[in-house]
C-alpha cells in the first residue's frame, strides 16, 4: 500500500499539514479543532529523533489529545490524523524503531493481536465491506514517518474510493475525527473481555 505523497510527502517544500501528531500529511486540506492548534510546529516532517517523532511523543498526552484509543504493553493504537477514510488506525510499538525485524517477539505478537482486534473494533463500530492493512518500510517504500514503525488499518466501504477525496474536505473526516476516536475506543474490549 502507498502512502498518498501529495503535499505532505516528506522533505516536500510544498507540506500544509504541520501538526505534530500521528499520522502523514496529504494533499487534502482540512478543518481543524482549535486545541491541535497547540502543536503546530515547524512541519512534522522535520522531526530528527524520539524527542520530535509523533508516534513518541504521543503517548505521553492524553488520549483525547493524541487520538489514542489503545494503549497495550509494547503497542499502542492510535487514530490517523491524516486518515485515508474514517476510522483510519495505525498500530505502533512505543520503542522508536523503523523496521518491523526491529520488534521483539512480545511485539510483534501484541503488534498482531492488537492489528487484529483493531479490526474486530471497526467492524463492531463502522460495518466496513473490507480493509487496507499495511506497512510502508523505509522512505522509497512510501513511509511518511520511517523512523518509528506504525501499521496501516484502513476501512474500506463500497465507492469509498470515489466519494471520498470530494467529501474529506470537509465533514466525513475533519468534524469526526474526537468522535470516531471515542467510538472505536469504546468498542475497545477490555482486560476482562473474552474475545
Ligand atoms: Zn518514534
Redesign the pocket.
Known amino acids: 500500500m502507498q502512502e498518498n505523497t501529495g503535499a505532505g510527502y516528506p522533505g516536500d517544500a510544498g507540506v500544509t499539514d504541520d501538526f505534530d501528531l500521528a499520522g502523514v500529511p496529504d494533499a487534502f486540506q482540512r478543518l481543524w479543532t482549535p486545541h491541535r492548534m497547540a502543536y503546530i510546529k515547524g512541519g512534522q516532517h522535520q522531526?530528527k529523533?524520539?524527542n520530535d517523532?509523533?508516534?513518541?511523543?504521543g503517548p505521553a498526552r492524553s488520549d483525547e489529545e493524541a487520538l489514542i484509543v489503545y494503549r497495550g504493553k509494547t503497542c499502542y493504537v492510535v487514530l490517523n490524523l491524516f486518515p485515508y477514510n474514517p476510522g483510519h488506525l495505525l498500530v505502533?510499538p512505543y520503542?522508536?524503531?523503523p523496521d518491523y525485524t526491529d520488534l521483539t517477539v512480545e511485539e510483534t505478537a501484541e503488534f498482531a493481536e492488537l492489528t487484529q482486534t483493531a479490526m474486530r473494533v471497526l467492524r463492531k463500530v463502522a460495518n466496513p465491506g473490507g480493509f487496507n492493512l499495511g506497512m510502508n518500510q523505509g522512505v522509497v517504500g512510501g513511509a511518511g514517518?520511517a523512523?518509528?514503525l506504525h501499521q496501516h488499518i484502513v476501512p474500506r466501504w463500497g465507492g469509498d474510493g470515489n466519494f471520498f477525496p470530494i467529501i474529506a474536505q470537509t465533514k466525513a473526516i475533519t468534524q469526526t475525527l474526537d468522535e470516531v476516536r471515542q467510538q472505536v475506543a469504546d468498542a475497545w474490549p477490555g482486560e476482562t473481555d473474552a474475545e
Open positions: 522531526f529523533n524520539e517523532c509523533p508516534f513518541c511523543v505502533c520503542r522508536h524503531v514517518i523512523a518509528h
